[in-house]
T-cell receptor
Framework: LAKTTQPISMDSYEGQEVNITCSHN???????ITWYQQFPSQGPRFIIQ???TKVTNEVASLFIPADRKSSTLSLPRVSLSDTAVYYC???????????FGQGTTLQVKP | NAGVTQTPKFQVLKTGQSMTLQCAQD?????MYWYRQDPGMGLRLIYY???????DKGEVPNGYNVSRLNKREFSLRLESAAPSQTSVYFC?????????????FGEGSWLTVV
């Protein structure tokens, strides 16, 4: 199982772009990279998933370099409501066992 | 469409008591999971069930048992609760055949052991 490493916490201001990087040096060939967002007292929810290069949806972008040993979640123009914990999850659909890393607490300030 | 439903939402137990947390999903998912989250900490996998009829240990299985009752339901049992098991418990499920790691979480069950 690929172990992930993220910064423990980050601060930002409203309107800024935030980039959170996750390291996963021993990612396997069939592993996908998925990011989740968790608000206090709620279960995590899916943000974005990718395998390689760049993926973009209505809330975020995910950048994955060619060696896939890291990934960067990009949140454009954050607001106070983006204050949450963000988790990077690496694994494959056929393994069943999904282990979360420690997550990054993002604090957005006015 | 309720998604993943957990019961109870809140529970207080005395040390040594037993209880079962119930989880049901209505998305026809094959895989189901139980995680615990201690205050200010990340999610830790307790047990998972890759498919109906199978269960496997996660990172922190000691003190817990699970039952995959059918495709919809996956229960977590504490046989003799300890204060160290005070936590928020999340059940989750994953789409069958889905590549990657898109999993769907319930709202959580807050358990306090005194």
């Amino acid at each position: 199982l690929a172990k992930t490493t993220q910064p423990i916490s980050m601060d930002s201001y409203e309107g800024q772009e935030v980039n959170i990087t996750c390291s996963h040096n021993n990612i396997a060939t069939n592993d996908y990279i998925t990011w989740y967002q968790q608000f206090p007292s709620q279960g995590p929810r899916f943000i974005i998933q990718g395998y390689k290069t760049k993926v973009t949806n209505e809330v975020a972008s995910l950048f994955i370099p060619a060696d896939r040993k890291s990934s960067t979640l990009s949140l454009p123009r954050v607001s106070l409501s983006d204050t949450a914990v963000y988790y990077c999850l690496v694994g494959a659909g056929n393994t069943g066992k999904l282990i979360f890393g420690q997550g990054t607490t993002l604090q957005v300030k006015p | 469409n309720a998604g993943v439903t957990q019961t109870p939402k809140f529970q207080v137990l005395k040390t040594g008591q037993s209880m079962t947390l119930q989880c049901a999903q209505d998305m026809n998912h094959n895989s189901m999971y139980w995680y615990r989250q201690d205050p200010g900490m990340g999610l830790r996998l307790i047990y998972y069930s890759a498919s109906e009829g199978t269960t496997d240990k996660g990172e922190v299985p000691n003190g817990y048992n699970v039952s995959r009752l059918n495709k919809r339901e996956f229960s977590l049992r504490l046989e003799s609760a300890a204060p160290s098991q005070t936590s928020v418990y999340f059940c989750a499920s994953r789409w069958p055949g889905e590549t990657g790691n898109t999993i769907y979480f319930g709202e959580g069950s807050w358990l306090t052991v005194v």
